[in-house]
């Protein structure tokens, strides 16, 4: 899980391949898609999200893995 900080904004990078993230917030809404690699995503925490996860892709050392459709 990744720590994000209420009331700062962070940014999340992907360096040299894409990572998946999932946050949920105390809604129950779920925001989840991907970073491409060696672009970020910022993220301001207003106090709502409970959860923050970044996952490398499995076949992350294998080569280049498309994001498109999954």
Known sequence: MTELTVG???F????????QFR?????????????P???GLE???????TKCD????PD???GPVSVENK
């Open 8 to 10: 700062k904004t962070s």
């Open 12 to 19: 999340l990078r992907a360096v040299n391949g894409a990572m």
């Open 23 to 35: 946050i949920e917030t105390a809604g129950g809404s779920v925001i989840q898609g991907w970073i």
């Open 37 to 39: 690699a060696n672009t």
């Open 43 to 49: 993220i301001f925490h207003g106090g709502d999200v």
């Open 54 to 57: 970044l996952t490398i892709p």
């Open 60 to 62: 992350a050392r294998s």
